[in-house]
Each structure stands twice: as structure tokens, then as C-alpha cells.
């Protein structure tokens, strides 16, 4: 059975940081693709980073630069560091993995509260 256990989430000023963490069991990240989306209320979901098993990365554009994911391969731990935190990065936080980018949402955490406040 995967399962996938976010952790981190909390309130932080703007300009702030805060890391998230997801451990997974029942997949390796490192034979995977996985990833961080977000939802907020009244808004649609939105991929923010991703992080193929080979290690390749990507962005949302409005996260470039601020945003880092990264996996710990002993812990087989996904990781999301966020620096310069917006308001409008306030949302629900998932991680996801799946065999490949075009699956990545196969299995979802059940996420993790970030809170930006003015």
C-alpha cells in the first residue's frame, strides 16, 4: 500500500519560509516522478514542482526561484523548501507520485495547510 504523509504546513508572514516534508512508503522517489500541487479555496489545483527519479526539476513560473524540491533517497523523503513566501502562495500543499510525469498524481498525500499572512 503507498502511502504518502505530509508534514510542515503552518502560518508564515510574507517573506517567510517554511520546508514541507512528505515520507513515502510502498514506492521508492527515486524510481518515481514526484511532485508538489496546491489547491486553495475557489481556485484550480495547481502542479508547483516536480522531480523526475532521474532528478530533473521543474517550476511553476510563479514559484521559480523561490521554490525547491529536493528527496532524501535514505528516507525516502520529498522535500519543498519555500523562501519569500507570498500571499498568494496561501493554499492546501499535496505531494504526489507516479511512474512517470504524465501519471504523477497516481498517489496523493493528504496535505498540508500553508497560511501566508500580509
Known amino acids: 500500500q503507498v502511502q504518502l504523509v505530509e508534514s510542515g504546513g503552518g502560518l508564515v508572514q510574507v517573506g517567510g519560509s517554511l520546508t514541507l516534508s512528505c515520507a513515502a512508503s510502498?514506492?521508492?522517489?527515486?524510481?518515481?516522478?514526484a511532485g508538489w500541487y496546491r489547491q486553495a479555496p475557489g481556485k484550480q489545483r495547481e502542479l508547483v514542482a516536480t522531480?523526475?527519479?532521474?532528478?530533473?526539476?521543474d517550476y511553476l513560473d510563479s514559484v521559480k526561484g523561490r521554490f525547491t524540491i529536493s528527496r532524501d533517497n535514505d528516507k525516502n523523503t520529498l522535500y519543498l523548501q519555500m523562501n519569500s513566501l507570498k500571499p498568494e502562495d496561501t493554499a492546501v500543499y499535496y505531494c504526489?507520485?507516479?511512474?512517470?510525469?504524465?501519471?504523477?498524481?497516481?498517489?496523493r498525500g493528504q496535505g498540508t495547510q500553508v497560511t501566508v499572512s500580509p
Open positions: 510502498g514506492k521508492t522517489l527515486s524510481d518515481n516522478a
Open positions: 504526489s507520485l507516479g511512474p512517470n510525469l504524465a501519471r504523477i498524481f497516481n498517489y
Open positions: 522531480l523526475t527519479g532521474g532528478g530533473r526539476t
